[in-house]
């Protein structure tokens, strides 16, 4: 069956560290994926699209990259603050049908 | 501020009842979404909608329906309401319905509470 995973556990690090949250699929072969942040009791808020033909996407503290052999996708928040505390859920589309889907998320905490 | 509206922001009801969620999606946005997310869940794709017409159905109960209207806004029923229906109800819209292509916006939720 088509399944995305996250890391159901929490993570905890230090502020100022680097943050790696991982998103593993199975059963699809998607064109893109997301990553949004969700914040409790809110609606998911868009971070970053990465294209299967991109290893590595940028913006500002932010990297995701994107191995299509792995059927992986890693998430990395540097230079991590307290503020960067929430969930957050990697998203691709079910190739060609339009349904989207959302991994579990990874709960994020930044200790001060 | 996503720019995505929904109605009303909480709603209680009793098992057996029926209720309408309201969403209003961004200026310009074509596409609306509906998600249902329970904490034992996640987040669950129900349907979508692109300019009125439906695009693609997820996990959508068939006690569950929606439409899209001329102005674009839309609506979620829910009816023969049972107790697993509780949870908190997305709306998303994005510019066009090219899938992954877009981001989508989500708008704040309506939780609905079913005794």
Redesign the interface.
Request: glycine share 8%; with cysteine.
């Given at each position: 069956s088509q399944k995305i995973e996250q890391n159901s556990e929490a993570l905890n690090i230090q502020e100022g560290k680097t943050a790696t949250l991982t998103c593993n699929y199975t059963n699809y072969s998607p064109a893109y994926l997301q990553w949004y942040r969700q914040d409790p009791g809110r609606g998911p808020v868009f971070l970053l699209l990465i294209r299967e033909n991109e290893k590595e996407k940028r913006k500002e503290r932010l990297k995701v990259t994107f191995d299509t052999t792995l059927k992986q996708s890693l998430f990395h928040i540097t230079a991590s603050q307290p503020a960067d505390s929430a969930t957050y859920l990697c998203a691709l589309e079910s190739s060609g049908t339009y349904k989207y889907i959302f991994g579990t998320g990874t709960r994020l905490k930044v200790l001060a | 501020d996503?720019g995505?509206t929904q109605t009303p922001k909480h709603l209680i009801t009793a098992t057996g009842q029926r209720v309408t969620l309201r969403c209003s999606p961004r200026s310009g946005d074509l596409s609306v979404?509906w998600?249902q997310q329970s904490l034992d869940q996640?987040?669950?794709?129900l349907i979508?909608y692109y300019n009125g017409e439906e695009?693609?159905?997820?996990n959508i109960l068939e006690r569950f329906s929606a439409q899209q209207f001329p102005d674009l806004h839309s609506e979620l029923n829910l009816s023969s309401l049972e107790l697993g229906d509780s949870a908190?109800y997305?709306c998303?819209s994005s510019v066009v319905?090219l899938?992954?292509?877009n981001?989508?916006?989500?708008?704040?939720?309506t939780?609905l509470t079913v005794l």
């Amino acid at each position: 069956s088509q399944k995305i995973e996250q890391n159901s556990e929490a993570l905890n690090i230090q502020e100022g560290k680097t943050a790696t949250l991982t998103c593993n699929y199975t059963n699809y072969s998607p064109a893109y994926l997301q990553w949004y942040r969700q914040d409790p009791g809110r609606g998911p808020v868009f971070l970053l699209l990465i294209r299967e033909n991109e290893k590595e996407k940028r913006k500002e503290r932010l990297k995701v990259t994107f191995d299509t052999t792995l059927k992986q996708s890693l998430f990395h928040i540097t230079a991590s603050q307290p503020a960067d505390s929430a969930t957050y859920l990697c998203a691709l589309e079910s190739s060609g049908t339009y349904k989207y889907i959302f991994g579990t998320g990874t709960r994020l905490k930044v200790l001060a | 501020d996503s720019g995505v509206t929904q109605t009303p922001k909480h709603l209680i009801t009793a098992t057996g009842q029926r209720v309408t969620l309201r969403c209003s999606p961004r200026s310009g946005d074509l596409s609306v979404y509906w998600y249902q997310q329970s904490l034992d869940q996640g987040l669950q794709f129900l349907i979508q909608y692109y300019n009125g017409e439906e695009r693609a159905k997820g996990n959508i109960l068939e006690r569950f329906s929606a439409q899209q209207f001329p102005d674009l806004h839309s609506e979620l029923n829910l009816s023969s309401l049972e107790l697993g229906d509780s949870a908190l109800y997305f709306c998303a819209s994005s510019v066009v319905g090219l899938a992954g292509l877009n981001e989508q916006f989500f708008g704040p939720g309506t939780r609905l509470t079913v005794l």
